[in-house]
């Protein structure tokens, strides 16, 4: 039913749109309209989901043989807007 890779790639996803929510909805709400609930709300999952992210990330490495160019790639998308989804893209998607 559901594979590790799909997990990960849902995982992939959710953080994804988590970190999105979080920057450009959340963040701004809360300074702009002093208002701090949405970072509260989003940033415990947001967290969460981004530590299962990484471990699915160290968990797949070898399976993927990835380099280690690759694999700081991959790290390095977590922390960028709209990164996992150029990671899924690029090198979960092919790999389904």
Known sequence: MFSSLNIFRIVALLEGVS?????????????????????KLLGMPHGVLFVAY???AFFFKKEFSWTN???????????????????????LKPAN
Request: proline share 6%; hydrophobic share 55%; charged share 15%.
């Open 19 to 39: 970190y999105i929510l979080l920057l450009f909805i959340a963040t701004p709400i809360k300074y702009l309209l002093n208002d701090p609930q949405y970072v």
């Open 54 to 56: 990484v471990a699915l």
């Open 69 to 91: 160019k690759e694999f700081i790639m991959v790290l390095l998308a977590s922390i960028l807007p709209f990164g996992t989804f150029y990671i899924d893209r690029k090198y």
